[in-house]
């Protein structure tokens, strides 16, 4: 099972501020299986992003997921107020899946 | 537009069995695969298991032992069951559709979510 590390554990930045949000593979990922969650606090967690790069419906385009390999990152341009949440990557090439522990964006 | 709705019992004692049931509202209930992940404080976001339209499952192995994902089409629901619980067991459940194809075990994200239920098992 490939274990995913997220960094930073907190991100503080102001709106208008770009985010980089970094998520580190055990091992590399085949297949481009990397997606990228948001959740805000007492919601489920939204689907932003997969196969590394490919926007949800309905996703703004600030939104951007690159990388490969081991390491991926999830861009977030120009933030907006509602974008401060907690962000996770999940690996899916095969069960069981895995999540990274999270990284909180807070508005500094 | 798929909507999940969830619902089951939010405390339990220790021993007892977890039981909760997802609803799927619109979209197509036979082309996915249906999935239940858990999230705590202590592992964070968990994976449990996940079920298709024809009743084939697969399941996390790490809790293989004490989990039952069942489905009924009529009502386009599918559900979990966890046997003897613990405190370990406490946590927010999500339903969840997953997607990315109907392989067993094969790439799945999930999207949407069920708006979660917290199950507290304590004595």
């Known amino acids: 099972e490939i274990v995913l590390t997220q960094s930073p554990g907190t991100l503080s930045l102001s709106p208008g501020e770009t985010a980089t949000l970094s998520c580190r593979a055990s091992?590399?990922?085949?297949?481009?299986?990397l997606a990228w969650y948001q959740q805000k606090p007492g919601q489920a967690p939204r689907h932003l992003i997969y196969?590394?790069?490919s926007r949800a419906s309905g996703i703004p385009d600030r939104f951007s997921g690159s990388g490969s390999g081991a390491d991926f990152t999830l861009t977030i341009s120009r933030l907006e107020p509602e974008d401060f949440a907690v962000y996770y990557c999940?690996?899916?090439?095969?069960?069981?899946?895995?999540f990274g522990q999270g990284t909180k964006l807070e508005i500094k | 537009q798929v909507q999940l709705q969830q619902w089951g019992a939010g405390l339990l004692k220790p021993s007892e069995t977890l039981s909760l049931t997802c609803a799927v509202y619109?979209?197509?209930?036979?082309?996915?695969?249906w999935t239940w992940i858990r999230q705590s404080a202590g592992k964070g976001l968990e994976w449990i298991g996940e079920?298709?339209?024809?009743?084939?499952?697969n399941t996390n192995p790490s809790l293989k032992s004490r989990v039952a994902i069942s489905v009924d089409t009529s009502k386009n629901q599918f559900s979990l069951k966890v046997t003897s619980v613990t405190a370990a067991d406490t946590a927010v459940y999500y339903c969840?559709?997953?997607?990315?194809?109907?392989?067993?075990?094969?790439?799945?994200?999930?999207?949407?979510w069920g708006q979660g239920t917290l199950v507290t098992v304590s004595s």
């Open positions: 969840a559709r997953g997607r990315g194809g109907l392989v067993p075990g094969g790439p799945r994200w999930f999207d949407p």
């Open positions: 196969g590394v790069s």
């Open positions: 619109g979209g197509s209930f036979t082309g996915n695969y």
């Open positions: 091992q590399s990922v085949s297949g481009s299986y």
């Open positions: 079920v298709n339209h024809r009743g084939d499952t």
């Open positions: 999940q690996h899916y090439g095969g069960s069981p899946y895995s």
